[in-house]
């Protein structure tokens, strides 16, 4: 079972003069996002990425209000990619002071032996290279995000002749294969050019959670001479 923590919430943070501004801009709405990305802080060592979009997704509630939330009404502290809660820092400072203090205390009791200077620096050096291992991974994350797509989904968008849904399509979008994008670019354009009234036209969210560039489409051949229709599969 995963250990969960709980935070103290100051009864009168009403009171306080930015929450006021941010009350009166974004009423209840925007305060109950603040405290949602306090709670995100907490679970994430008080440091979240300055992704509006993602956190605004997470929350369903509009990306300008959460950058509103972020960047107005100086509740965070923001520094390069990532914000964080000075509120949050001291909070989990003192907690982990107290387990420190907790740990200790029980060695005391049970006559266990404080971890020496030798011991210390053993496990400074094994936290050390999680760290590098970790930051190795995360590199590798941020070289696959780096390489250039076939096909981004601006031009998606552009070639969709149906715009709705923009936010939850892009996310959608930036979780495909690159074989599915592919597969797209070459087959998109003739599921649009076949479609003559836009309202037969699948929203594109639609399109991209059924992955209808799979399926097969019938062309309408307009020609008589020509015959009849055909069938192609996408």
């Not at 892009?170 to 294969?177: G, H, I, Q, S, T």
């Not at 929203?203 to 991209?208: A, C, E, G, K, Q």
């Amino acid at each position: 079972m995963k250990e969960t923590f709980y935070f103290s919430h100051d009864y009168n943070s009403r009171s306080d003069e930015k929450i006021r501004k941010l009350l009166r801009k974004h009423g209840m709405s925007g305060y109950g996002c603040y405290w949602a990305i306090i709670e995100d802080l907490y679970q994430n060592a008080n440091a979240l990425r300055l992704d509006y979009e993602g956190i605004a997704y997470d929350l369903r509630i509009d990306s300008k209000i959460v950058e509103s939330i972020i960047n107005d009404f100086e509740l965070f502290s923001i520094s390069d990619k990532t914000f964080g809660s000075l509120s949050v820092e001291r909070r989990l400072n003192e907690r982990n002071e107290k387990s420190k203090k907790a740990q200790d205390s029980a060695n005391i009791r049970w006559g266990k032996p404080k971890v020496n200077a030798n011991e210390k620096d053993i496990n400074a050096n094994a936290l050390r290279i999680v760290c590098d291992s970790n930051a190795i991974k995360e590199s590798k994350v941020k070289d696959r995000k780096n390489n250039i797509s076939i096909f981004l989904f601006d031009e998606f968008w552009d070639l969709y002749n149906k715009k709705i849904d923009t936010t939850k399509c892009k996310v959608k979008f930036e979780k495909l294969l690159e074989k599915d994008r592919v597969r797209i670019k070459e087959t998109l354009p003739t599921y649009i050019s076949n479609i003559k009234d836009k309202t037969f036209l699948k929203n594109p969210l639609t399109y991209l959670n059924n992955k209808c560039w799979n399926d097969e489409l019938i062309i309408i051949n307009n020609n008589q001479n020509e015959g009849t229709n055909h069938i192609v599969t996408i």
